[in-house]
């Protein structure tokens, strides 16, 4: 079986003294490509700089999280499109909303998510949403923009399932990881009735690590653990998981 891994921050710090070990991991659990979805400019260099420790294995996204949106948000955005137009670059990811640390920029993490889109939709490039506590905030940015078909992942999907056909029906993939596995998780209803057609793996490393390492650091060779819960919710096999999940994401990405 083949899985992607459609975020993880391998980059992060939290990696440093073993970055090989958990490549090695990975591969071995049948992870053979690895989104990285990035941060803001301070981490651009070291996403790329592991990106090209296996240019196949890693696929980089440049872009500006929202908890990372502060005054300065027009001097990193500009970086941001400096970078997107000078590295190689797979979508423009990781953008958003997020309300759930602090609402003091809310308007300007929605100008900045605003920019990036239509971005992306200029490049014809996917894009990975966050969506923290702000699904209905991300739905008005994304109806004012009025794109007839947007792509890209519902990123930690945070929604119900008629909210999750709601994103389906734009154009959205609906990001699954470690939370789907939590006891009082909301995922399995959602994953129950949600064709696996619209669904993608994906970790968050080093974050939300799935049952039984909750709590501890994540890593990209958790997915088929993710997977297996997948499978058990919506009557399939692992297989047929492994497989959908990596159509999905091979077309999105084209990879």
């Keep these: 079986m083949n899985f992607i891994d459609t975020h993880s921050h391998l980059y992060l710090s939290q990696f440093d003294n073993d970055i ?3 490549i090695s991991r990975s591969l071995e659990a049948g992870v053979n490509k690895i989104i990285l979805p990035n941060i803001d400019s301070e981490s651009v260099e070291p996403m790329c700089q592991l990106a090209e420790k296996d240019n196949e294995l890693f696929k980089p996204l440049i872009g500006l999280h929202p908890t990372h949106v502060k005054e300065n948000f027009e001097d990193e955005l500009n970086n941001i499109f400096t970078a997107l137009s000078e590295k190689r670059n797979y ?3 990781e953008i958003g909303i997020d309300l759930y ?5 809310i308007e ?4 900045a998510f605003e920019k990036q889109v239509r971005y992306a939709l200029a490049k014809d490039l996917p894009i990975v949403i966050h969506s923290r506590e702000s699904y209905c905030e991300i739905l008005e940015v994304l109806k004012m923009i ?5 792509k890209g992942i519902f990123h930690a999907f945070p ?5 999750a056909h709601q ?6 993939y609906i990001g699954i990881g470690g939370v789907v596995t939590f006891k009082n998780s909301h995922l399995p209803e959602v994953v129950s009735k949600i064709d696996l057609n619209h669904i993608v793996l994906e970790t968050d490393s080093p974050y939300l690590a799935p049952v039984p390492y909750r709590g501890k650091r994540n890593e990209s060779c958790y997915i088929p653990i993710i997977a297996e819960k997948i499978a058990e919710l919506s009557g399939s096999t692992i297989e047929e998981v492994a497989r959908h999940t990596t159509d999905n994401a091979s077309k999105l ?3």
Excluded: A, H, P, R
């Design 101 to 105: 640390w602090e609402k003091t920029f």
């Design 91 to 93: 979508g423009v990811g």
């Design 167 to 172: 994103v389906i029906e734009m154009g959205f």
């Design 146 to 150: 009025n794109c007839q078909g947007y």
């Design 108 to 111: 300007e993490q929605k100008v």
């Design 20 to 22: 090989d070990l958990c």
């Design 253 to 255: 990405f084209k990879i």
């Design 159 to 163: 929604g119900n399932s008629e909210q």
